[in-house]
Structures are given as C-alpha cells and as structure tokens.
C-alpha cells in the first residue's frame, strides 16, 4: 500500500498516462482522408460505358474527364489535379454494387461524382457502405425522389430535379396554357412513372381517363396505335403528357405520324423523354417534332448564345475530341463544374464531411448553367428545384414556350408551383471557379 | 471405375476447407472477402448447372430466372415477412425448388434444344414479369438485408467478413450436400439417364421422374445462390439477372468441367477474377476505355476455347488422371 501522498499522486498520474498511452496506441493514427494527396484528389464514377444505356450515357464520364482536364491545366483545385476514375457497370445492379465497391476500396476514391441509374445506384450505395465510410456521394444522375432522404442516403447530393417536380410543374403549365383541353398520360411503369403519377396527383390534376402505364420496353408501334386512335375521338386538341424515355416518345410520334394525328394532339413529353436529337436518330419527322412541348432545367446544348454551353463546348472541343456536344455532355459537364466548386468551398484541408457540409452550407449559391435554383441546404439534398417550359422546333432546338422563359420552381411533396424570379450566377470567368 | 470418396472423408475435407477459408477471412481486406463472397456464390450457381447438364444431361439456359425467383422469395420472407435471414435463405432455395419441380414436370417432355429454348424464354420474360407486380418493388425492386454482423464478433468484422461468412458457409453446406447426393445411388441413376437415357429406362429408371427431381434439385441450389448474389447487393431487382448472367454461368460451368464438382471454385473464380485481370492488364498496357470493355469477353472466350480444347472435362478431371498415372 502506497503510504506518502506524493507517490500516491505520482502513481495515480503514472497510472493515468500509462492508461491513456494504451487507449491512445491502441486507437488507429488520425487516417489521412482517402483518395486525397498534396498533388490529387481522386474521384471515381460508376456508369454503363457499354450495353444499350451505355449509348446515351457512355459520354458522361468521358466530358466530366474533359472538364476536369480543362481545371488541372488551370492549376487544379487548390494546386490539387483531379482524377476521376470511371468504371463501366453496364446499368446492371450487380456490376454497381461491385464497381462502386472497388472504386471505394481499391481506388481508394475520395469521393463518387454522377453515378447513374435508380436500380443501380440504391444496390451500390449499401454495397459499398458509402453511408459508413461518409464518402460523398455527389450529383447523381437519378430523378428518383428515394434519394432525397437523408436517413437512408446520409451522403448523397441529387442533381437533377425529382420526377414528382416535373409532374406537379407540368400540371400547372398545363393549368395555365391549356386551360378547358382534355388531358391524357402515357407513363412508363415503374419507379419513375409512379413518382410522376403521384406528383399530379399532388398537384391536383385529374386526366380525362386512367394514365396508359406500360412496363419499360413493352411499348410497340401497334400498341402506340391503338393507345392513340383511342384517344383520336376527343373533341377539341386534348394535351397528351408523355412520361417515358425518348425512345418511346419516338414510337407514340412516328404512330401519330402513321395515323395522321401529329397535328390532332399537344404534345408533351417530360425532360427525359425529349432528347431532340435522338428523336431525330429515330426517324421522327423534322415537322412533328415542330411544336411539342417539353420541359428542362438546363439550357439547349444547341443555343450558343449562353455563355455555359459556349465555354463547355469549347472544353469539348478541346478536352473531348471527336465527342459530339450535346445535352448529355451539357449536363456532364455542368456536374463536373459543380464538383470543383463542392471541392473548393470545402477548403484546402480536404476531408469528406467538409465537401458533404460545404454543400449543404454553400450549394445553393455554386454557379451552375443550371435555369432553375439549386435547392441544397442543411435539410435538403435536391439539386435543381423547378423546370422552365420548352417548346422544341423542326431543327431540334429547345426554345422558351410563347417566347418567353418562364421558370415554376417547386418541391417533392405537397408544396405549391410558383413563377420563380431566379436569375442564375453569371458564369465564373473562363469557367473556372474560384469560389470559397 | 474411379474409387468414390467415403462420405465421412468427404465430410472432414469440407470442414477442413471451411477452417482454411475462416483462417483465411482474418488475412485478407474488405475487397478480397467482397470478392470471395461472389465466388462463393457463383460456384454454387455453377455447381447447379453441372448437377443439372453434367449429371441428368439437361441443358438449361435459364439459371438466372430460377436465382431470381430464389433472390426474390428471400427478400419478400426477409422484407416483407419480416423473418430471420436465415429462414430467407432457407425460403430462396425452397421456393426455387418447388418452382423448379413444377417447371420440371411441364418441361419433362422437352429435352435438349426444346429445353433450352424453353429455359431461355424463361430468363428472357421472368425478371421482366417482375416489374408487373407491386410487391415485388417494380424496377427498383426490395432490399435483401442480412443485417449488421452480431455485435459480440466486435467492431472489427465489417459488413464484407460477414457477408463472407454467410455466402462461404451456406455454398459449402449446399455443394457437400450435392456432393453426397451425387455419390448415392442417385448419382449413378443421374448419370446413366445422362448418358444413355433408353438403356437408364429399360433398366428400369424412371426417366420422367428423375429428370423433374434433376431439375427440382438443381433450381433449389440456383434459388440458394440468387439469395446470396442479391445479399450481396443488398437488395434484388430484375435488372439483377441478366441474360448475360446465365450465360456466363454456363460458361463458368464449362471451364469447370461440366462433370465434375470440382473445380467449381476455379468457375467461381474465374467470373469474378476475370474483369480483374482485364482491368489490371489493361492500366498497365494503357488503352482506351472500349478497350477495357471488350476485353473481359475477350479473356473469358478465349479461356472457354481453351478449356473445350485441352481439359473438356475440366482440370479436377486433368489432375486425377494425372494423379492416376
């Protein structure tokens, strides 16, 4: 027994430092954050390079590269180079969950950017235990409002508005500019269509029959007639939401162009299924396409007057050689823009909970051609909040419907369609940001 | 005749085997368990298919349907019913099974070109089928969760060792059953129906009923291994079970050597180590992103072309005739 105070006390201290150097060296040293080193940041992106959704999609890691490549040769993130490292997962959940999952673990990734696809990307988020390991999860391709939620998607930043958005904001384009006209909806069924059902739901719209649901893929050219020589005998100039992917706009088209009916109908086909350009590709005549209603976010990939798509089609041009510019490299690019701007505001200290809080501090103001406000905040994950309505022309261009651009800013659930005043950012100089 | 191994005998070597892989689970990263967890699961997909066309002599080109009717059976009792994962397993390949049996007896008539095309139909239409009902969760499909490893394996057993575990210890279970099955009596009689299936007849096998048994048998251990592939992403949609994947299978299945057990690991290994290697070759050769794309195709035809060539019955066929001489 230790009988004098001043050892007792010398012992306790020894005691105490002995037991906190062996709490201390048993507890791992500060780790350094991953994917990140004095002269890079590595990035990794999960997406289908090959198979049919590789078609479209393929050029998306291709044109963030391009824009990324364009921010290295202008000194880089705070002096740091990007490297995104792409992985093909064909569009197939399984090669997600294992892509995402060595971007994670072998690439040693700091963060993901643009993962694409709403069956895909849900697997890959719990396979690669982004929620465990904090890795951002930034602007991904999806409008499935699932990732809105933060309990189950703690990392995950959207970029693309929510397709309940699109629906309530469609509603009230047509509440406003077709105002007594019949109104009809051919909706793919699954995810996405049903978060459009339920969006006009939201919005109070009620169609004149029960929306036409077909599973993805199912839609046939005699299937497309029938749909539409049903619809044939409503009076008037009914308005016929479609609410599908482009291909499928391009077999209801061509069978209205069979039947005579272009003319019959206002057409209007939501922003994913509106892509003039394939449209084109898949045989629908010039005029048709004339005059069918759409709506975007983005600016046309074709108007460059706008300063965004002028600076990212010279990045293109330069970065991205023998890739065609369009809507697709547009919103590529425009992510990529975004991602340097979430680095930045995080500082120079990178860390992964830096880039998930600068974002939800400082997002809402990053500059972006984007028409429409950024909606991030503390509470919030969605990107683009509203849609302005489009009226596509003979040469594929997207042009503001009536002349006018007009923006409806809105939410996913209950909350009302409003004209927004938004002005966006002006564009950094160069297109290189600077922000903090 | 080869001298059949006793069941005891084979019952220590799969405890053995199990020792090595657990030993082996505490030396290795989060993305090796990851990646063994996938060859655990193919090589009982793979070891499905060899007890179906390498044994009963039916070709079936439709092994993805029948994991995913097993993938989904082990959400829904899982997700929906709320029940324990391993009942969820269990309800996979039971389910699977019974789905099997009923194919089975609709399709005992078919054989070879007839029965693959029917199989074929089958993984082309099922996961689409799929998307028709609520329940099943459309395009995004249901989770398939196994849940957090227990507490008491402490904070260092990741969700990777777990899933290594599970998919390592139900494959090895499931292959030594098939293993013990195919040395019985029902082996012989499978094998006679494979070879020769009007001498198996009049010798007085019923051809029809072991066919369908066959059939049951093998779509209960494809429902099994459904049930572990969508564990391991979490989560089951129809998206999950390509076409492509039946055909890798088969062609995992032919690499193995479809008349023998095995190798199956080596199958298991080769679809999941394959994009691997095309991926290190191509960074270390460079080469432009359709490149790196092509060439898992690429290696796994030209690896087929050199099992069919040189070890058509696969190399644990190869080594025990070396062993022999």
């Given at each position: 027994m230790i009988r004098n105070k001043n050892m007792k006390r010398a012992s306790l201290?020894?005691?105490?430092?002995?037991?906190?150097?062996?709490?201390?060296?048993?507890?791992?040293?500060?780790?350094?954050?991953?994917?990140?080193?004095?002269?890079?940041?590595?990035?990794?992106?999960?997406?289908?390079?090959?198979?049919?959704?590789?078609?479209?999609?393929?050029?998306?890691?291709?044109?963030?590269?391009?824009?990324?490549?364009?921010?290295?040769?202008?000194?880089?993130?705070?002096?740091?180079?990007?490297?995104?490292?792409?992985?093909?997962?064909?569009?197939?959940?399984?090669?997600?969950?294992?892509?995402?999952?060595?971007?994670?673990?072998?690439?040693?990734?700091?963060?993901?950017?643009?993962?694409?696809?709403?069956?895909?990307?849900?697997?890959a988020y719990k396979a690669a235990a982004l929620a465990k390991n904090n890795v951002p999860d930034l602007f991904i391709n999806t409008g499935f409002s699932g990732f809105t939620d933060k309990t189950k998607y703690p990392t995950t930043?959207?970029?693309?508005?929510?397709?309940?958005?699109?629906?309530?904001?469609?509603?009230?384009?047509?509440?406003?500019?077709?105002?007594?006209?019949?109104?009809?909806?051919?909706?793919?069924?699954d995810e996405f269509g049903s978060d459009g059902v339920a969006g006009f739901k939201t919005a109070g719209h009620t169609f004149s029959a029960a929306p036409i649901l077909y599973p993805q893929g199912s839609m046939t050219a005699a299937r497309a007639e029938a749909a539409l020589t049903a619809l044939g005998a409503t009076p008037g100039k009914p308005v016929v939401v479609l609410f599908g992917t482009t291909d499928v706009t391009a077999t209801i088209l061509k069978a209205a162009e069979k039947l005579a009916l272009t003319t019959k109908f206002t057409w209007y086909a939501g922003s994913v299924g509106a892509d003039a350009n394939t449209l084109l590709a898949l045989g629908v005549k010039p005029t048709t396409i004339d005059g069918v209603i759409t709506a975007s976010f983005m600016p046309d990939a074709k108007d460059m007057t706008d300063p965004y798509v002028q600076q990212f089609a010279d990045i293109n041009a330069k970065y991205n050689k023998g890739i065609t510019f369009d809507n697709y490299v547009l919103a590529a690019m425009?992510?990529?823009?975004?991602?340097?701007?979430?680095l930045r505001a995080a500082g120079k200290d990178l860390t992964r909970a830096g880039v998930i809080s600068a974002i939800e501090n400082k997002g809402a103001n990053f500059a972006s051609a984007g028409l429409v406000p950024l909606g991030y905040s503390p509470t919030s994950r969605i990107g683009y909040n509203g849609y302005w309505v489009a009226q596509l022309n003979a040469k594929g261009e997207a042009k503001p419907y009536g002349g006018k651009l007009v923006i409806y800013s809105t939410d996913s659930g209950a909350g009302a369609v409003s004209v927004s005043t938004f002005v966006r950012p002006t564009m950094p100089k160069n297109g290189i940001p600077t922000n903090s | 005749m080869s001298k059949q191994v006793s069941t005891k005998k084979r019952t220590l070597l799969f405890v053995a085997f199990g020792w090595v892989l657990l030993l082996l689970g505490d030396r290795v990263g989060d993305l090796e368990l990851y990646q063994g967890s996938f060859v655990a699961t193919y090589a009982l997909a793979i070891t499905s298919i060899i007890?179906?066309?390498?044994?009963?002599?039916?070709?079936?080109?439709?092994?993805?349907?029948?994991?995913?009717?097993?993938?989904?059976?082990?959400?829904?009792?899982?997700?929906?019913?709320?029940?324990?994962?391993?009942?969820?397993?269990?309800?996979?390949?039971?389910?699977?099974?019974?789905?099997?049996?009923?194919?089975?007896?609709?399709?005992?008539?078919?054989?070879?070109?007839?029965?693959?095309?029917?199989?074929?139909a089958l993984a082309i239409s099922l996961p689409t089928l799929a998307n028709q009902f609520p329940i099943l969760g459309a395009e995004e499909g249901i989770v398939f969760d196994v849940g957090l490893p227990p507490a008491r394996f402490g904070e260092d057993f990741s969700q990777y060792k777990w899933f290594f575990w599970i998919s390592a210890l139900a494959s090895l279970i499931m292959v030594w059953f098939i293993a013990n099955l195919l040395s019985t009596k029902y082996g012989r009689t499978f094998r006679a129906l494979r070879d020769n299936p009007i001498a198996a007849e009049l010798s007085g096998i019923n051809v029809g009923r072991l066919k369908v048994t066959a059939f049951a048998i093998s779509s209960g251990v494809a429902g099994l291994s459904g049930g572990l592939l969508v564990m391991l992403i979490s989560g089951v949609s129809p998206s999950a079970f390509p076409l492509s994947l039946s055909f890798a299978l088969l062609g995992g299945a032919?690499?193995?050597?479809?008349?023998?057990?095995k190798g199956v690991i080596l199958?298991?290994?080769?679809?999941?180590?394959?994009?691997?290697?095309?991926?290190?070759?191509?960074?270390?050769?460079?080469?432009?992103?359709?490149?790196?794309?092509?060439?898992?195709?690429?290696?796994?035809?030209?690896?087929?072309?050199?099992?069919?060539?040189?070890?058509?019955?696969?190399?644990?066929?190869?080594?025990?005739?070396?062993?022999?001489?």
């Open positions: 201290v020894s005691a105490v430092i002995a037991t906190g150097a062996m709490v201390l060296s048993t507890l791992p040293a500060q780790a350094a954050t991953p994917g990140v080193t004095a002269s890079e940041i590595k990035l990794g992106i999960s997406s289908p390079l090959t198979g049919s959704a590789g078609l479209s999609y393929g050029k998306v890691p291709g044109a963030m590269k391009a824009y990324f490549s364009y921010i290295n040769a202008n000194g880089g993130v705070y002096g740091r180079k990007i490297n995104l490292i792409s992985r093909d997962d064909k569009y197939l959940p399984t090669l997600a969950a294992t892509q995402t999952t060595n971007l994670v673990l072998k690439d040693n990734v700091f963060a993901l950017v643009g993962a694409l696809g709403t069956a895909t990307h849900s697997k930043f959207m970029v693309l508005p929510t397709y309940a958005m699109e629906a309530k904001v469609i509603a009230k384009a047509i509440k406003d500019n077709f105002p007594g006209q019949a109104t009809f909806l051919v909706a793919q069924d425009n992510s990529a823009m975004l991602t340097v701007q979430a | 007890l179906l066309t390498g044994y009963s002599g039916q070709l079936s080109l439709g092994q993805s349907a029948l994991m995913a009717v097993g993938a989904y059976a082990g959400a829904l009792t899982i997700f929906n019913a709320g029940l324990h994962p391993i009942i969820g397993l269990f309800m996979a390949a039971l389910v699977a099974g019974v789905f099997g049996l009923i194919l089975g007896l609709i399709a005992a008539r078919l054989s070879g070109p007839y029965l693959a095309g029917t199989t074929l032919v690499v193995t050597g479809l008349y023998n057990l199958g298991g290994l080769v679809l999941v180590a394959i994009p691997e290697i095309a991926d290190s070759l191509v960074s270390r050769i460079g080469g432009s992103e359709g490149f790196i794309t092509t060439l898992p195709g690429f290696l796994v035809s030209a690896l087929l072309i050199l099992a069919v060539v040189f070890t058509p019955n696969g190399p644990g066929h190869l080594i025990k005739r070396h062993h022999k001489k």
